[in-house]
């Protein structure tokens, strides 16, 4: 565990949209609460999507150390993906709807206690994955998660419970997939998959376990192979999601691997930390290795 001592400048950004929270007071209680003898802080509400990620570079320029990116998965990563590989360090207050990446690092969700963490200035690297180049830090996949995002980026509200809807409504339409992996250039796999998803982390959020082994710092990604299945069984899989048994199921398939190369009949969505995007009919999937500084409690 690494911890700094000197004073740094440290700048907050807001998505006032993650969630359901209101976040008004927000600025006013990180000012209240931040170590003032550590941090020059400064705090920005964004004001559009993709603007975190346009804003770190040039405060790192200026001399910006932490970035603490203040929302859910989305906000994480659009944060995340400016900090990869430089010295910049990422911290979270989780205020999202999922908050995937935090409940993985066991950052308090509380904001007194994630405010607390913050002020003690320790992090650790973790690794991040790449599909195409396109960083991710979380899960990213293909198949009926990916499909789930898409529809829920087009929702009107935010939340679990319009999560879950869209989850159950979406069930009743979707038809698996054939894919084909190449997985560390040695084995080769052809699949009829309900969904594969590559998981750096356990779950995609809201304790929704996808890998419950995956290790952040290991080196590998959990390619988790989902067989298409009955509607009777729909309740068990999902029970088994969120009490950590997903990798006991005679229905799931689950590897380790650092390169991944995937194709599918033609082009669809992809997810990266559940936010969809149109991607080609070959992904080239990749870990890399501690390329990523976070702000987090020891983890074991």
């Given at each position: 565990?690494?911890?700094?001592?000197?004073?740094?400048?440290?700048?907050?950004?807001?998505?006032?949209?993650?969630?359901?929270?209101?976040?008004?007071?927000?600025?006013?209680?990180?000012?209240?609460?931040?170590?003032?003898?550590?941090?020059?802080?400064?705090?920005?509400?964004?004001?559009?999507?993709?603007?975190?990620?346009?804003?770190?570079?040039?405060?790192?320029?200026?001399?910006?150390?932490?970035?603490?990116?203040?929302g859910g998965d989305g906000t994480?990563?659009?944060?995340?993906?400016?900090?990869?590989?430089?010295?910049?360090?990422?911290?979270?207050?989780?205020?999202?709807?999922?908050?995937?990446?935090?409940?993985?690092?066991?950052?308090?969700?509380?904001?007194?206690?994630?405010?607390?963490?913050?002020?003690?200035?320790?992090?650790?690297?973790?690794?991040?994955?790449?599909?195409?180049?396109?960083?991710?830090?979380?899960?990213?996949?293909?198949?009926?998660?990916?499909?789930?995002?898409?529809?829920?980026?087009?929702?009107?509200?935010?939340?679990?419970?319009?999560?879950?809807?869209?989850?159950?409504?979406?069930?009743?339409?979707?038809?698996?997939?054939?894919?084909?992996?190449?997985?560390?250039?040695?084995?080769?796999?052809?699949?009829?998959?309900?969904?594969?998803?590559f998981a750096n982390a356990s779950?995609?959020?809201?304790?929704?376990?996808?890998?419950?082994?995956?290790?952040?710092?290991?080196?590998?990604?959990?390619?988790?192979?989902?067989?298409?299945?009955?509607?009777?069984?729909?309740?068990?899989?999902?029970?088994?999601?969120?009490?950590?048994?997903?990798?006991?199921?005679?229905?799931?398939?689950?590897?380790?691997?650092?390169?991944?190369?995937?194709?599918?009949?033609?082009e669809g969505v992809i997810h990266?930390?559940?936010?969809?995007?149109?991607?080609?009919?070959?992904?080239?999937?990749?870990?890399?290795?501690?390329?990523?500084?976070?702000?987090?409690?020891?983890?074991?």
């Open positions: 565990m690494v911890q700094t001592n000197s004073k740094e400048k440290i700048i907050f950004l807001i998505n006032p949209i993650s969630g359901t929270k209101k976040k008004a007071d927000i600025p006013k209680k990180i000012l209240q609460l931040i170590d003032k003898s550590m941090y020059d802080a400064e705090v920005y509400i964004t004001k559009y999507k993709g603007e975190a990620t346009e804003i770190v570079p040039q405060k790192i320029i200026e001399g910006y150390s932490r970035f603490i990116a203040v994480v990563n659009e944060i995340a993906k400016a900090l990869v590989d430089t010295n910049g360090i990422l911290g979270i207050i989780p205020i999202g709807s999922g908050n995937g990446l935090a409940r993985h690092l066991r950052i308090p969700l509380d904001f007194k206690k994630s405010m607390e963490l913050i002020n003690t200035g320790k992090y650790e690297a973790i690794d991040y994955g790449r599909v195409n180049d396109v960083p991710f830090f979380c899960t990213c996949g293909v198949g009926f998660d990916a499909h789930i995002g898409h529809k829920f980026a087009e929702a009107t509200e935010r939340g679990f419970i319009t999560y879950l809807k869209t989850t159950l409504r979406e069930f009743f339409n979707y038809k698996a997939k054939k894919y084909k992996l190449k997985i560390d250039k040695t084995l080769k796999l052809k699949s009829r998959a309900f969904l594969i998803t779950q995609y959020g809201n304790n929704a376990y996808i890998s419950p082994k995956a290790d952040i710092q290991d080196g590998k990604l959990d390619i988790c192979i989902l067989s298409p299945f009955r509607l009777h069984r729909g309740v068990g899989i999902g029970i088994r999601l969120f009490a950590k048994t997903m990798d006991r199921s005679p229905l799931m398939n689950t590897m380790r691997a650092e390169k991944i190369v995937l194709k599918r009949k033609k990266f930390d559940g936010e969809p995007c149109l991607m080609g009919k070959k992904l080239k999937i990749r870990i890399v290795h501690n390329g990523l500084k976070v702000m987090f409690p020891k983890i074991g």
